[in-house]
């Protein structure tokens, strides 16, 4: 958001934004709203301020950004600035601003405030005019902006000054949306976009997250979509794995997107050897797509860093529960993993034995093969009676 404290521009701004600027009515409002909230650089009652250093993607010789982070609160609950460069300029003739950049407790884009005088400068040391302060707004806001994965040296002008602009780039644009940058800005929405999504936003997930219980975390893991992935994330950090809390985590299982299915698992992947097997199972035993091909890497991982980590035990629950399973992938996982685990257990066996009989022909083939490796079972008669009936399928 601008923030000016000239009246005139201010009433110039809404004008545009009423008359001019083709942008959806509900976009508007919450512009208009949010630039008719303050006048200039507002004074906040600071609760906490520490000071924080971070790596910075558009940072020109790599040292790292020493900053001031403040804690403040609006109707009781915290937000976050910190002043800032406007811009790292790649080629050193960039006009350089302090701007102050606000999130919220999740540690989110908030607000780009900017002081009384402050206009940011684009290509040809042209000021920005409304539209690209809008557009900076949404594209400060847009968490998966491809500008993520740019590297600074993309954005160094290979052609002429005159052609590119003074913030300008060249051989980046096949690798950037344009919804993503400002033309002639790149060096800025680069800079500034680093800030916001960069390594700070998860010092504030960490800093706020002191200001709640797990018992309050573990309440929130039910809310938004923003407030379930804080609060798994968070859940993780304190190792907070008591029975209360997981049978919590599992009550999302059965009705959670992939997105939520990948909260769940990182949050599964930190837990502690003592629960990691039982939890892990209760999630396999879900009919939730998303999440048991997850569950099945996050297993196949686990034992390949460490092979002793899931007993047998675990591998006799795991082949009950994939007996059930219809989509051939997840059988294919589940052989994986035990062939990785090397063991030989008769339980197992017996259990795989009996999913040669599945409707499914390629999963009933591939237990077949994965059954072909212990020589035991070469006189066994399911396996002679399989191959007798499929052996022109084999």
Same mark, same amino acid.
């Given at each position: 958001?601008?923030?000016?404290?000239?009246?005139?521009?201010?009433?110039?701004?809404?004008?545009?934004?009423?008359?001019?600027?083709?942008?959806?009515?509900?976009?508007?409002? *919450?512009?208009?709203?949010?630039?008719?909230?303050?006048?200039?650089?507002?004074?906040?009652?600071?609760? %906490?301020?520490?000071?924080?250093?971070?790596?910075?993607?558009?940072?020109?010789?790599?040292?790292?950004?020493?900053?001031?982070?403040?804690?403040?609160?609006?109707?009781?609950? *915290?937000?976050?600035?910190?002043?800032?460069?406007?811009?790292?300029?790649?080629?050193?003739?960039?006009?350089?601003?302090?701007?102050?950049?606000?999130?919220?407790?999740?540690?989110?884009?908030?607000?780009?405030?900017?002081?009384?005088?402050?206009?940011?400068?684009?290509?040809?040391?042209?000021?920005?005019?409304?539209?690209?302060?809008?557009?900076?707004?949404?594209?400060?806001?847009?968490?998966?902006?491809?500008?993520?994965?740019?590297?600074?040296?993309?954005?160094?002008?290979?052609?002429?000054?005159?052609?590119?602009?003074?913030?300008?780039?060249?051989?980046?644009?096949?690798?950037?949306?344009?919804?993503?940058?400002?033309?002639?800005?790149?060096?800025?929405?680069?800079?500034?976009?680093?800030?916001?999504?960069?390594?700070?936003?998860?010092?504030?997930?960490?800093?706020?997250?002191?200001?709640?219980?797990?018992?309050?975390?573990?309440?929130?893991?039910?809310?938004?979509?923003?407030?379930?992935?804080?609060?798994?994330?968070?859940?993780?950090?304190?190792?907070?794995?008591?029975?209360?809390?997981?049978?919590?985590?599992?009550?999302?299982?059965?009705?959670?997107?992939?997105?939520?299915?990948?909260?769940?698992?990182?949050?599964? %992947?930190?837990?502690? %050897?003592?629960?990691?097997?039982?939890?892990?199972?209760?999630?396999?035993?879900?009919?939730?797509?998303?999440?048991?091909?997850?569950?099945?890497?996050?297993?196949?991982?686990?034992?390949?860093?460490?092979?002793?980590?899931?007993?047998?035990?675990?591998?006799?629950?795991?082949?009950?529960?994939?007996?059930?399973?219809?989509?051939?992938?997840?059988?294919?996982?589940?052989?994986?993993?035990?062939?990785?685990?090397?063991?030989?257990?008769?339980?197992?066996?017996?259990?795989?034995?009996?999913?040669?009989?599945?409707?499914?022909?390629?999963?009933?083939?591939?237990?077949?093969?994965?059954?072909?490796?212990?020589?035991?079972?070469?006189?066994?008669?399911?396996?002679?009676?399989?191959?007798?009936?499929?052996?022109?399928?084999?």
């Amino acid at each position: 958001m601008l923030l000016q404290s000239n009246a005139c521009f201010t009433k110039v701004i809404r004008v545009l934004i009423l008359v001019t600027l083709v942008v959806s009515v509900s976009s508007q409002a *919450n512009f208009l709203a949010r630039l008719n909230s303050q006048a200039s650089l507002v004074k906040h009652d600071i609760s %906490k301020t520490i000071k924080v250093e971070f790596s910075h993607k558009a940072s020109v010789d790599d040292d790292l950004v020493k900053a001031k982070l403040h804690e403040y609160q609006i109707d009781d609950v *915290n937000f976050y600035y910190m002043d800032v460069k406007s811009v790292f300029c790649g080629e050193n003739i960039c006009k350089v601003d302090k701007v102050r950049l606000h999130w919220d407790q999740f540690g989110h884009y908030h607000e780009l405030e900017l002081g009384t005088g402050i206009k940011l400068e684009k290509g040809n040391a042209l000021d920005f005019e409304l539209e690209d302060y809008i557009k900076l707004d949404q594209i400060l806001a847009n968490k998966n902006s491809t500008l993520s994965s740019l590297e600074k040296f993309e954005l160094v002008t290979t052609g002429s000054t005159e052609s590119a602009g003074i913030d300008g780039f060249s051989g980046a644009t096949t690798y950037i949306k344009n919804e993503d940058y400002i033309k002639g800005a790149i060096w800025t929405c680069y800079t500034l976009w680093h800030y916001v999504n960069g390594p700070v936003s998860q010092i504030i997930r960490n800093m706020s997250a002191e200001s709640y219980s797990v018992n309050e975390l573990t309440q929130m893991s039910t809310g938004s979509w923003i407030e379930q992935h804080y609060a798994l994330e968070q859940l993780s950090a304190k190792q907070s794995y008591d029975a209360k809390t997981i049978e919590k985590v599992l009550s999302l299982v059965s009705n959670a997107n992939l997105e939520l299915s990948q909260a769940i698992i990182s949050y599964v %992947k930190a837990a502690p %050897k003592r629960v990691l097997s039982s939890t892990i199972i209760e999630i396999l035993s879900s009919e939730n797509s998303h999440i048991v091909g997850l569950a099945l890497n996050l297993v196949k991982d686990k034992s390949r860093q460490d092979p002793l980590i899931f007993n047998a035990e675990f591998y006799q629950e795991l082949v009950k529960v994939a007996a059930s399973f219809k989509h051939y992938p997840y059988v294919h996982q589940t052989l994986s993993i035990l062939q990785q685990s090397n063991l030989q257990n008769s339980s197992i066996q017996a259990r795989l034995l009996t999913m040669l009989e599945s409707d499914n022909f390629m999963i009933a083939r591939a237990v077949y093969w994965h059954l072909l490796e212990f020589s035991e079972l070469n006189s066994n008669k399911m396996m002679q009676s399989f191959y007798q009936f499929n052996q022109d399928r084999l």
